[in-house]
């Protein structure tokens, strides 16, 4: 098998409840099982390593800041989609009743680095963000 064209990352964060995140991970986002433990699951998060760890207590965020109007939850991860696929995904979280922190909308709109946003939490309070670029070579747009 031949190493992808750039660079994958790994990142475990702390659940409490691996079957709910099992539910979340798998079934609401749509990220395929992999090695898993009665401690652990290990998901392919669209090519990229995200494990789930058994830390009760452990998980959730820690504080908001201020961007585009909005309060947004520290810290926080998520990946940057395509605009097709960060509309499928919105969709269905909608469909599946998800809470969103803060809704799917438009972000920085007619300036650089315009972006799709939204942010949601997992059952164990980590907060997750999914955004899509209307531009991809505007990712580090400077303001």
Not at 23 to 35: D, K
Not at 65 to 77: E, I, L
Not at 112 to 125: H, K, N, R, S, V
Request: with cysteine; net charge negative.
């Amino acid at each position: 098998m031949s190493a992808p064209s750039i660079p994958r990352f790994h990142l475990a964060v702390p659940v409490d409840d691996l079957d709910a995140a099992r539910h979340f991970y798998g079934e609401l986002i749509g990220c395929a099982q992999g090695r898993s433990s009665d401690r652990w699951v290990d998901w392919n998060l669209y090519g990229h390593q995200f494990v789930t760890h058994l830390a009760p207590g452990a998980a959730g965020e820690r504080a908001r800041n201020p961007v585009d109007g909005h309060d947004v939850p520290v810290p926080h991860f998520g990946l940057i989609l395509t605009i097709p696929e960060f509309h499928r995904l919105a969709d269905r979280l909608r469909t599946a009743g998800v809470a969103f922190v803060i809704e799917p909308y438009l972000r920085f709109a007619g300036l650089p680095g315009e972006q799709w946003t939204m942010f949601l939490l997992d059952p164990a309070g980590n907060a997750l963000e999914f955004k899509a670029f209307a531009d991809d070579t505007q990712i580090f747009a400077v303001h």
